[in-house]
Each structure stands twice: as structure tokens, then as C-alpha cells.
């Protein structure tokens, strides 16, 4: 089944204590990207790829790594998480890089930040 | 300043009524729009999109229009269904632009109500 697997579903941590949320697709497609959605500002792009090894900036990148070393991981790495960081996560991915392609969602990560 | 609007928090509809939810835009360089829906404990789907350069699109229950001139988009369902209570996100994007991004706007949360 042609998929977008966020791990995990929920996560509860302290601030500081470094964590990752793994993403993988299994539809070859070039583009992925990470978005936070929080009450009244809907989803907002943290950082995106458009092919291996090529990542860049979205809108809120602060305090948010990522890499690309294969084309169907995307892994979120939070090194020093704070409680503003607390949010639903998601992951996506299009076949394209084409801002028109319809975008695979993951099924989300609720991070809880203390 | 949200450059995507979705002005209306949350609609309630009966059954079999039409479901009109609406978006305004700021960004007069966006030139593709799409709809997500988005059920509780999982990721946003996609639902249906227009270009701009028409001013109407229509996929069975689901129609969008657009009015270019009042940078205003409108996302019809016609007979409303209970399936169809979720969270309707609007985004747009400029194709072939150095603004290669898509933004959401807040979302809309539609009760359907038997």
C-alpha cells in the first residue's frame, strides 16, 4: 500500500533530551517535507527536500534538523526540544517537486514537550 | 500576517444540505489552490484543486470555485454527508515562481449532522 509512515504516534518528553521522528515513504517520490499544525495557523512548513541530499528552510526551522541520505527517509531531529516545540507533526510527500502536486500526508506525531 | 484565510473556525450543516466553506487569499502571485480534508488521528488527504486560470472545478459531491478579482475561493459539498465532519484545509502555491512554497490556511472544522 503506498504510504507515508510517521513514528511515532505520540511522544512525550523533557525539555533538552534530544529526540527524532522518523519518516518514510514507499512511493519513490522526490519531494518531502515537514510541517507542524497548531491551533489557528494550520500547517506550517518546517523544513523540506527535493531530492537527496538537497534539504532547505520552510516558514518555522528553529530549533529543527533534517536529512535526506536516501530518497524515502526523512527523519526530524529535535537536538534540545522545548516546550514551545510542542505540536502535531506531520510529514508529506509529492511525487514532484512541482508546488501544483498533491501532497501524501503522514498520519501524524503528537510531541508533548515538559 | 497569513497570506491564506479561512475566516470560519467551524460550520455546522444538516444532512443533505450544502457545505460552503470558504478561503481568501492575500497573495495575488498564488496561482494554484487545493483542498485537504483532514479526519481526527490522522494526516490531511487530498480532496480536489483548480488552477487559475478556471473558475470552476468539480469532482462528484465536491466543486471549488474561484474569483481571481476577490482573491476568494469557495469549497461547495452538495449533499452533505456525515462522513463528511472533519477539518477542510484550503492552501495555495505560485507555480514557476522563485515563491515555490505552499501555504495552508487554518482550516475549517465542518459538522455534518444527521
Known amino acids: 500500500e503506498a504510504q507515508v509512515t510517521q513514528n511515532p504516534r505520540y511522544l512525550i518528553t523533557v525539555t533538552g533530551k534530544k529526540l527524532t521522528v522518523t519518516c518514510s515513504q514507499n512511493?519513490?517520490?522526490?519531494?518531502m517535507s515537514w510541517y507542524r499544525q497548531d491551533p489557528g495557523l494550520g500547517l506550517r512548513q518546517i523544513y523540506y527536500s527535493m531530492n537527496v541530499e538537497v534539504t532547505d528552510k520552510g516558514d518555522v526551522p528553529e530549533g529543527y534538523k533534517v536529512s535526506r541520505k536516501e530518497k524515502r527517509n526523512f527523519p526530524l531531529i529535535l537536538e534540545s526540544p522545548s516546550p514551545n516545540q510542542t505540536s502535531l507533526y506531520f510529514c508529506?510527500?509529492?511525487?514532484?517537486?512541482?508546488?501544483?502536486?498533491?501532497?501524501?500526508f503522514g498520519s501524524g506525531t503528537q510531541l508533548s514537550v515538559l | 500576517d497569513q497570506q491564506v484565510k479561512q475566516n470560519s473556525p467551524s460550520l455546522s450543516v444538516q444532512e443533505g444540505r450544502i457545505s460552503i466553506l470558504n478561503c481568501d487569499y492575500t497573495?495575488?502571485?498564488?496561482?494554484?489552490f487545493l483542498w485537504y480534508k483532514k479526519y481526527p488521528a490522522e494526516g490531511p488527504t487530498f480532496l480536489i484543486s483548480i488552477s487559475s486560470i478556471k473558475d470552476k472545478n468539480e469532482d462528484g459531491r465536491f466543486t471549488v470555485f474561484l474569483n481571481k478579482s476577490a482573491k476568494h475561493l469557495s469549497l461547495h459539498i452538495v449533499p452533505s454527508q456525515p462522513g463528511d465532519s472533519a477539518v477542510y484545509f484550503c492552501?495555495?502555491?505560485?507555480?514557476?515562481?522563485?515563491?515555490?512554497?505552499?501555504?495552508f490556511g487554518p482550516g475549517t472544522s465542518l459538522s455534518v449532522i444527521p
Open positions: 497573495n495575488s502571485m498564488f496561482d494554484y
Open positions: 512511493m519513490n517520490h522526490e519531494y
Open positions: 492552501a495555495a502555491s505560485a507555480m514557476g515562481t522563485s515563491y515555490d512554497k505552499v501555504i
Open positions: 508529506a510527500s509529492s511525487l514532484t517537486v512541482a508546488t501544483n502536486e498533491k501532497l501524501f
